[in-house]
């Protein structure tokens, strides 16, 4: 465990490359955090919500506004990408996509189907 | 110090929730788009449904071990010093019995209201 004063340290964010895998790995631990903080902000929605009738269109108008469309984009896209990186990591789990090839094609694919996915589900659910 | 969530047992408890949250949000997003309720009295009906009503309970019982086990770990990770490691473990189980507490009230009240 001894460290030598002298081994390379690279943290410059800029130029680090990290596999696509490790891409997908992070964004799952920061969406994972995402997720966490805004859970009060969900139960509060909830709560007023079935408060009343004035609640239930207190939220249904909040949540029809200009700029929540964009949030609900950013949120639905935190959601899906924790949900489908979550999906892949029990499938490798279980042994799954192991192996090289798979292993990426399967991290790009999480990566692009999010957004998308939360594009497509925004557009279907307002 | 991890009695309780440590080891293999955190590990299991982290995708036995992620299994449920998984397949909850997935229905939850099918009844948004193809039942969703258009007034406040479908709304309650649908949440005071006694399976919609455990599900729902289970739905946050499991958010909290997941987010339990999930933060513990990046902050195991990410915070070396002893002190601030146990100072933000116990502010995230304050706040997560908290949310837990709130989201059980919400339903109760639900049911009866």
Redesign the interface.
């Known amino acids: 465990m001894s460290t030598s004063p002298r081994r390379p340290v690279f943290l410059n964010l800029v130029q680090i490359r990290l596999p696509i895998a490790g891409v997908v790995s992070i964004a799952h631990?920061i969406t994972?955090?995402l997720?966490?903080v805004c859970?009060?902000l969900l139960?509060h929605w909830?709560?007023r919500?079935?408060s009343?009738?004035e609640?239930?269109?207190a939220v249904r108008v909040e949540l029809a506004g200009p700029f929540a469309g964009i949030l609900e984009l950013l949120g639905l896209w935190v959601?899906l990408h924790h949900?489908l990186a979550?999906?892949r990591f029990?499938l490798i789990?279980v042994e799954i996509g192991v192996d090289k090839p798979v292993y990426r094609y399967s991290a790009f694919a999480v990566l692009i189907a999010a957004p998308l996915l939360a594009l497509l589900?925004l557009g279907?659910?307002s | 110090m991890t009695r309780g969530a440590g080891g293999l047992r955190a590990w299991v408890l982290q995708?036995i929730s992620?299994?449920y949250l998984?397949l909850f949000?997935l229905y939850l997003?099918a009844h948004?788009?193809w039942d969703r309720p258009g007034?406040?009295e479908h709304?309650?009906d649908w949440?005071a449904d006694p399976a919609v009503g455990i599900a729902l309970m289970l739905f946050f019982v499991a958010?909290l071990v997941h987010?339990w086990v999930?933060?513990r770990d990046?902050l195991m990770d990410y915070v070396r010093a002893t002190a601030a490691r146990v100072g933000l473990l116990t502010l995230l189980g304050i706040?997560l019995v908290a949310?837990g507490l709130?989201?059980l009230e919400?339903l109760l009240?639900?049911r009866m209201?």
């Open positions: 631990r994972g955090v997720l966490v859970t009060p139960i909830l709560a919500s079935l009343g009738p609640g239930f269109e959601l949900l979550g999906i029990l789990d589900l279907a659910l | 995708r992620a299994l998984g949000v997003l948004l788009l007034d406040f709304w309650r949440v958010l987010a999930g933060v990046l706040g949310c709130w989201a919400v009240m639900a209201g």
